[in-house]
């Protein structure tokens, strides 16, 4: 019995997203921040080695007020810890973690 239960483990282990990205990028709003345009109004996204996503799974006001003078998105691009993926030119957040 433990070594089924070793087993299964040892493949659920093996099955996790080996494409996931985990890094360090800057969040903003994509917008007024990162200059894109596909979207009307304000939406979330990041930039990751100057190429900037538009986020799924987290909304610009997830973080506070988006218009926050000194902390809002729409003012200031702000550095994050980030994880997820990146699907037809999106990023798809399992995680955000605001750092500054």
């Known amino acids: 019995m433990k070594k089924i239960i070793v087993l299964s483990l040892l493949i659920l282990a093996s099955c996790g997203n080996k494409n996931e990205i985990k890094q360090n990028a800057e969040v903003s709003c994509g917008q007024c921040q990162f200059g894109l345009d596909s979207e009307n109004g304000c939406s979330l ?13 987290f909304g610009i006001d997830d973080f506070g007020d988006a218009h926050e003078e000194h902390t809002g998105f729409c ?16 990023f798809i957040a399992s995680s955000i973690k605001v750092i500054d």
């Open 45 to 57: 996204a990041i930039q990751i080695d100057d190429k900037a996503y538009f986020v799924d799974g």
């Open 75 to 90: 003012e200031v691009i702000r550095k994050g810890e980030i994880s997820g993926n990146i699907k037809n030119g999106r």
